[in-house]
């Protein structure tokens, strides 16, 4: 009887380690030199972790710092798919947990009524006690992903995570770290903030310059355009330059009004044309230029049906 059972177990060991090597599958050793070696298991490592298999892509990393224990590139992808790896996990079961909090919250109402309604049933205090510790048991898994949120710097999550246990069952603890959460959002909105100004001033020198530039080249319909951007971006502060730009606008409407009438007088219609056209692309309402325009056309028109 005892030979027979040690023989069983021997059999059942060989099969083991039978089975075992059958399914391991070895790598084969790398023959080239240092460099090439150690772009292969990144390769094979990058093909893993592609394919989500994390823990191969880690396996692989492993195997060459045992080889080369001293290389920088193995030992920092080496932490970057472990940091992966850590997140991925912290993910799901959070995912899941936030399902099994919400779905506790949705029903409590009806178990409390439950529970109220039948308040003398053996049976009803049990599984209403089995669901508070349900309860409770979910709002501190809750409280401790909240905390490590905060460690890793997650605040969006940690607040969805510690207001929801906080929910489930209020504590001082959670309203603690939750304040603390808020206050650290405030003070995220105000660097924001603050950043934000100093790209504002930035990008307001950058367009009084080009504004200044523009103006000084007579390329007035460039400095309207820029104008117009520094009015969106600060818009009590562009009134001298507007001022300018008006007045040097009306200047150059007023000397290309009489330009196209000096050649017109001379008989050239289509340069003077040109002249009112470049004129009304700077002043589009001015009635002068609209009539001086109408008339150029209706003439070349009227003179190109005589030629015909």
């Known amino acids: 009887m005892m030979r027979g059972f040690v023989v069983f177990i021997l059999f059942l060991m060989v099969s083991v380690a039978l089975h075992g090597c059958a ?3 070895k790598q084969p ?3 080239g030199d240092r460099q090439e070696c150690i772009e292969q298991s990144l390769a094979r490592a990058q093909a893993y972790a592609e394919d989500k298999r994390l823990a191969k892509a880690i ?9 080369f224990p001293d290389e920088p590139v193995l030992k920092e992808k080496f932490k970057q798919y472990e940091s ?7 993910d799901n ?3 899941l947990l936030l399902k099994r909090g919400r779905y506790l919250l949705a029903i409590r109402d009806n178990r409390e009524n439950l529970f109220y309604a039948r308040h003398d049933s053996y049976g009803s205090r049990r599984r209403y006690r089995e669901f508070e510790e349900a309860v409770e048991q979910t709002a501190t898994r809750l409280f401790k992903k909240g905390q490590q949120a905060i460690r890793d710097h997650q605040f969006e999550i940690a607040g969805r995570v ?19 959460i808020h206050l650290h959002r405030q003070d995220l909105r105000i660097e924001t903030s603050r950043q934000e100004e100093a790209r504002n001033e930035e990008k ?11 103006m000084e080249n007579g390329n007035l319909p460039a400095a309207r355009k820029i104008l117009a951007k520094m009015q969106a971006l600060k818009p009590g502060q562009v009134k001298d330059r507007r001022r300018r730009l008006e007045n040097r606008i009306d200047r150059e409407v007023e000397t290309l009004l009489e330009r196209g009438r000096f050649l017109y007088t001379r008989g050239d219609l289509q340069k003077a044309l040109k ?8 002043k589009p309402d001015d009635p002068k230029l609209q009539q001086n325009i109408r008339r150029a056309r209706t003439f070349l028109d009227n003179l190109d049906r005589w030629r015909n």
Do not use: H, K
């Open 23 to 25: 399914g391991f599958v």
């Open 29 to 31: 050793a790398c023959t």
């Open 59 to 67: 396996s692989e990393i492993q195997r060459a710092r045992d080889r």
């Open 84 to 90: 992966l790896r850590r997140q991925i996990i912290f």
């Open 93 to 95: 079961e959070l995912g």
């Open 162 to 180: 510690l207001g929801l246990s906080n929910r489930l069952v209020p504590s001082t603890a959670a309203r603690n770290l939750l304040a603390e």
């Open 204 to 214: 307001w020198s950058i367009m009084a310059r080009d504004f200044n530039q523009a």
């Open 275 to 282: 002249a009112w056209e470049q004129g009304l692309e700077l």
